[in-house]
């Protein structure tokens, strides 16, 4: 049974780019979460997402941030014009339908923006 | 405000020693969880305590948790050098939805010198 999956696991953008990243989630886990850690800081929780909804992205800055989670498919979180400060790694979980507990996280993605 | 506050920021101490770390929280929670992440990985689930549970054990590791000072405390007894890593507290927040984004605090770095 396949851990959380993202990719890419580095990726490299120029300002003004945009960057995507994805993630598919544990096998039979409906729910994923995206977080961001910033260099020696905790992560901060994004969005939470299941099938085809966001369920709380109140962690999403209000520009350029998005995320979805198709009904087929990996969930997308999409940086449009990224900037320095987007520069970080990206990480998602999943858990499993109606489970209130452990989230299982994938090995994150770390974005640079030159 | 952050919920997780964890204390140290950072310890070192010799292998076969014991490691305590704290944890600090703001928020009424459904439960508090412990994570472990290496140098540029993702995190690893360690540990879950409920609001209702005072004490957890699981290997080495033993977790308290006092939900009157809003505090738990992580104990890794025998430490090894594999132990070295980042240790983080996150807390699911009781607020009366489903499964929600976890609050992580900044972390406790532990090295553990051979």
């Known amino acids: 049974n396949a851990g959380v999956m993202q990719n890419p696991r580095h990726l490299v953008r120029r300002r003004g780019q945009e960057a995507r990243l994805r993630c598919s989630p544990m096998k039979g886990h409906s729910h994923v979460y995206w977080y961001r850690q910033l260099p020696e800081e905790g992560l901060k929780f994004m969005v939470y997402?299941?099938?085809?909804?966001?369920?709380?992205e109140s962690g999403m800055p209000k520009e350029r941030f998005s995320a979805e989670f198709p009904k087929e498919g990996p969930s997308i979180l999409r940086i449009q014009q990224v900037v320095r400060g987007d520069s970080a790694a990206y990480f998602c979980?999943?858990?499993?339908?109606?489970?209130?507990?452990?989230?299982?996280f994938g090995p994150g993605t770390r974005l640079t923006v030159l | 405000s952050q919920q997780g506050e964890e204390d140290p920021q950072a310890l070192s101490i010799q292998e076969g020693e014991n490691a305590t770390m704290n944890c600090s929280y703001k928020?009424?929670?459904?439960?508090l969880q412990w994570y472990r992440q290496n140098s540029g990985r993702g995190l690893v689930h360690l540990i879950l305590?409920?609001?209702?549970?005072r004490e957890k054990h699981s290997g080495r590791l033993r977790v308290t948790l006092d939900t009157s000072k809003k505090s738990s405390s992580l104990l890794i007894t025998a430490s090894r050098a594999a132990d070295t890593a980042s240790y983080f507290c996150a807390t699911d927040p009781d607020s009366g939805g489903g499964a929600d984004g976890l609050t992580f605090g900044k972390g406790t770095h532990l090295i553990i010198q051979p």
């Open positions: 305590i409920r609001s209702n549970e």
């Open positions: 997402l299941q099938k085809e909804n966001i369920i709380d």
């Open positions: 928020t009424s929670i459904n439960n």
């Open positions: 979980a999943s858990s499993p339908k109606g489970y209130f507990g452990e989230q299982f």
